[in-house]
């Protein structure tokens, strides 16, 4: 196997990226989770 | 404060089966597009691997304007309209935009240093990018003082202007590269003659598609946490009235007894 040039740039970008996507997307499904439970189930069309 | 309701029926947060097929979808997506910019694509003749960050900088850069232009008419509709729902799909998307204009440019940034020596430079892209950035997080800011204000302020007017100021905002990023000297590259896939071809465009295509799935499942549940305190807010707002008024009526009982 070749041996990946700019391995380091390549993970860190990488890395970054993914890692604050999730990091986000979990902080927004808690978000919604603590707000649900403060509104009436009829409010919440999504379901 | 708001009673919490106990052991509500119906989806106990922001998903549904929609959402959770589509998280599916993106994660599943995000595994194919790994293997495609990490492994099974070329490296280039010039920039070698380094031109692997490209699958995640150039998607998440076209997601940060598409979050912008919806910021853009959603202030827009809002101010015509004035109806809730514009209201919060601005907010959401503005913060979804900033989360991948932050991406963008960190991943420039990383991907500057080994193509052109540095991680930064006043360049037009870069620097319009950056304004970008600067302008949503200025936008966020002033709808949650707008919101504090309550009725101080008309609502959310001085942050839906500046939501105004997004897309043209856009508009000069890209362009950037043509109006100015820049060291940043010009159009690559816009053009009718796209200058990469191959596995390399099928990546980058696939990395466009797969981010796009990774935002839109976000928008959607940003917009319904954006719902979800419009709502807790009225129902905190209804239940402090009905205490108030409870409260009004035992003292009136009380004086009369």
């Not at chain 1, 979990?26 to 649900?36: I, S």
């Not at chain 2, 043509?178 to 816009?190: G, P, V």
């Not at chain 2, 466009?208 to 990774?214: E, R, W």
């Not at chain 2, 709502?231 to 004086?255: F, I, K, M, P, S």
Request: hydrophobic share 50%; glycine share 12%; net charge positive.
């Amino acid at each position: 196997m070749v041996a990946m040039t700019y391995a380091g740039y390549v993970g860190a970008g990488w890395g970054i990226a993914l890692v604050s996507l999730a990091i986000y997307a979990l902080r927004t499904v808690r978000r919604g989770r603590a707000l649900a439970s403060q509104v009436p189930p009829e409010e919440r069309r999504w379901s | 404060m708001t009673a919490p309701h106990t052991a509500p029926p119906g989806p106990a947060g922001t998903s549904s089966r929609a959402t959770r097929g589509l998280g599916v979808l993106s994660l599943a997506g995000l595994a194919l597009l790994l293997g495609y910019a990490l492994v099974w694509s070329p490296p280039d003749v010039a920039q070698k691997d380094a031109v692997r960050l490209m699958y995640v900088h150039v998607p998440t850069a076209i997601l940060a304007f598409t979050a912008c232009a919806i910021t853009t008419v959603a202030s827009a509709m809002w101010l015509r309209r004035r109806s809730e729902g514009w209201w919060v799909l601005g907010g959401a998307a503005a913060e979804v935009g900033l989360v991948f204009t932050g991406i963008c440019l960190i991943t420039g940034s990383i991907w500057g240093r080994p193509t052109w020596g540095t991680y930064w430079d006043w360049d037009p892209r870069i620097t319009s990018t950056t304004l970008l950035f600067i302008l949503l997080v200025g936008y966020l800011a002033l709808r949650s003082i707008d919101n504090e204000a309550g009725g101080a302020a008309p609502r959310g007017m001085r942050g839906a202007i500046v939501g105004l100021l997004l897309l043209p905002n856009v508009m000069i990023v890209h362009f950037s590269v043509d109006w100015w000297r820049s060291l940043h590259q010009t159009a690559t896939i816009t053009r009718l003659d796209p200058t990469i071809e191959g596995t390399m465009l099928f990546t980058l295509m696939l990395g466009i598609v797969v981010f796009g799935l990774v935002f839109a499942w976000l928008l959607i549940h940003r917009f319904r946490v954006g719902w979800l305190e419009e709502r807790a807010g009225a129902t905190g707002l209804d239940q402090a009235l009905v205490e108030r008024r409870a409260e009004a009526g035992l003292a009136a009982a009380g004086g009369r007894s």
